[in-house]
């Protein structure tokens, strides 16, 4: 799982927990450790949700200041399906 460069430091201080990916299916599974700078990404949660869903509080979870922000980060691609994803970061 990987995140925007200005969105690392906050993941690894544990100031970030979820994200909001807009994918075709979902690309992690629960349980699975995804390698992140030094150490890793440890998927506790995966729930689908809409957009009608995203709220200004979700957004800030997630590492930024506006819904805008958000989507403008999350929506590329052919993807359709907005996925919340729940992690923990872990050090080596």
Request: proline residues 4%.
């Amino acid at each position: 799982m990987q995140f925007a460069k200005h969105l690392r430091e906050r993941v690894q201080l544990g100031e970030i927990t979820c994200s909001l990916r807009v994918w075709m299916s979902p690309r992690v599974k629960v349980g699975n450790r995804y390698r992140m700078e030094e150490g890793h990404v440890v998927i506790e949660r995966i729930r689908p949700m809409d957009f009608e869903g995203i709220t200004p509080e979700l957004a800030r979870r997630s590492g930024f200041p506006s819904v805008a922000e958000l989507l403008r980060t999350a929506v590329h691609g052919k993807g359709r399906n907005v996925y919340l994803v729940e992690f923990r970061y872990e050090d080596c």
